[in-house]
């Protein structure tokens, strides 16, 4: 029997694992992610800033300036 476990499940944005606290799973533009509910706020609130930050825009990101 093989295991995929090669994603290693840590939050997205503290890198704290499902040992420290819980995880939730989330999908974005075709990929998934885990975020701990410490940092959920983030996506909720600040979600344009925080999702480029973690590579997960449908669309790349556009160097300006
Ligand atoms: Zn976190």
Do not use: K, Y
């Not at 990929?31 to 344009?48: A, E, G, V």
Request: glycine share 4%.
């Amino acid at each position: 029997m093989t295991h995929d476990m090669e994603q290693t499940m840590a939050c997205i944005n503290c890198g704290r694992s499902e040992d420290e606290l819980p995880l939730m799973a989330w999908r974005a533009a075709r990929r998934s992610f885990w975020i701990c509910p410490d940092c959920l706020p983030l996506l909720i609130h600040r979600r344009d800033e925080v999702m480029p930050r973690w590579d997960l825009s449908a669309h790349s990101p556009q160097d300006s300036g």
